[in-house]
């Protein structure tokens, strides 16, 4: 059918734009569970995949440091560690570790080989045509500086990188646990810009999945992952639950959803409430985006429909793949007669989307917005309760603005009344929210528009889920050796579960 392509439309209205934009989150509802997850894993993010790159950075800066007051080294700053981050990436090649900075660069022998010794310079500094990372500051500056600034560890000022005394004390760390040798040899690769393939495996003590158990280093990077939450996160609760579910047999990518059905069992854990509470945000989120789909896919199958059609016919199509649903004479009288559990109805909606039978996941979608309502009258005072406490009320989505705004007022009404409204306000939404993030830019993220009468398709979008970091968590956790490669619990995890509370 035809649609816009992005790159094909230009000049369609008077701001003239220069092109539509693609858009992960074309609600704008999604911080509300980016929220909610850096709350229960702080310290970390989904880039930030292993956690030695934290205390490698602090010994980089410290040295960068010292040459510089010597006058050893005339290199800029970003271009010491951008050589490192390559210099680690030959280091971990065939190693079978992900998320190694580089790794791709390498794994496609970019990295100039000549007479056995790599050019380390040419592939890493910022000034060469083809580098391992686009970005100036590289991986640090990139991904991980937010990290190391929480942890206050860094701080960045006038486009420059300043170790904190916390950071000084890591690197000092890294100074005693890893041996002088090695420690020597990697900066003199780093000075030099080259690095010899047969001083690799003489560089293997740096590698990032090679903490020692037990060194200062690993005891100073132990002490930032499993520290009491004083700064009111709840990164140590969720390790805590992480560990007993995985110790139970419960795979890494179902803990969240388990975590939701067993939320009763700890009720003295905040992080178990708060993972139960990122799912229902979840539900609510994909519920919501599952319908915008529908709604973009049938601007398209209508061929630029008026508005007054698309309603039609979306109306029509719901009510005619409702069952029961079309006996309820209001909203409420459906949402009192939705029993089914809501993760059931979750992975209805998800099978639906799969196959792409937008219509049936819609009906899905307004079931599980029902059943979660009904979830978050039943438990409205401790959800209230961690929205308040953990700050998160402002966010839009959150779960109790998100079920007021997209059901509460909506109950008195008739089911066909409900559809239409709903549809016009995920389309007025949608249109405010991409021109809100438009801000001052020549870029436009709505995925239709109006002309001339008529709603015109730019893209369609699929429903997506947050990425809520636990397997950044699991990767920090199998490098600090509290999990083998195979995610099972080692005496370092078993001790912690053991003693946790006793401390």
Known sequence: MAQYKQSEITNVYWASNDGFKGGRDSLGIQNSSIATYSKLLP???????????????CWLLSEYDRFEKAGETTLHQYNFVRRAELAMALIMRNQDVGAVVGAMFVSQDRCKLIEGVYNIADGADYESKDKYWTFKSGALG???????????????????????????ALAEAVRNSVDEAVRELFLECIQDGSLA??????????????????????????????????????????????????????DVQDFVRNRFLRADENTDIQASFGWYFYYLCEGLHYSIDSLFCLILDKINELHNPPMNLLLQDIVESILLSMNKENNYTTLDEWRENVNKNIDVIYDELRDAVKTQDYILAAVHAITLLLRLYSEFENNKNAILDFENKNDLRRQRG???????????????????????????????????????????????????????????????????????RVNSLVNFLQDMSYLNSENKLTNIAEK???????E
């Open 197 to 250: 393939e047969e001083k690799i495996e003489d560089l293997q003590p740096l590698a990032i999945h090679h903490i020692v158990i037990g060194s200062e280093e690993w005891q100073y990077l132990n002490n930032l992952l499993i520290k009491d939450d004083e700064d009111s996160s709840l990164r140590r609760e969720t390790i805590l639950l992480l560990l007993n579910d995985l110790s139970k047999g419960i």
């Open 496 to 502: 912690f579960i053991v003693d946790y509370g006793k």
């Open 142 to 168: 990139q991904y991980y500086i937010g990290s190391l600034i929480f942890y206050e560890l860094v701080k960045i000022e006038e486009g420059r990188f300043y170790l904190r005394n916390k950071g000084k």
């Open 398 to 468: 959150i779960l109790s603005e998100g079920l007021r705004s997209y059901v509460e007022r909506y109950l008195p009404s008739p089911i066909c009344s409900f559809f239409e409204s709903l549809i016009v306000q995920i389309m007025q939404e949608h249109t405010v929210v991409a021109i809100a993030k438009m801000g001052k830019k020549n870029s436009d993220l709505r995925k239709f528009i109006f002309e001339d009468g008529r709603i015109i398709l730019v893209e369609q979008r699929y429903p997506v889920e947050t990425s809520p």
């Open 43 to 57: 310290g970390l993010t989904n880039l930030t995949r292993h956690i030695r790159y934290y205390s490698l950075y």
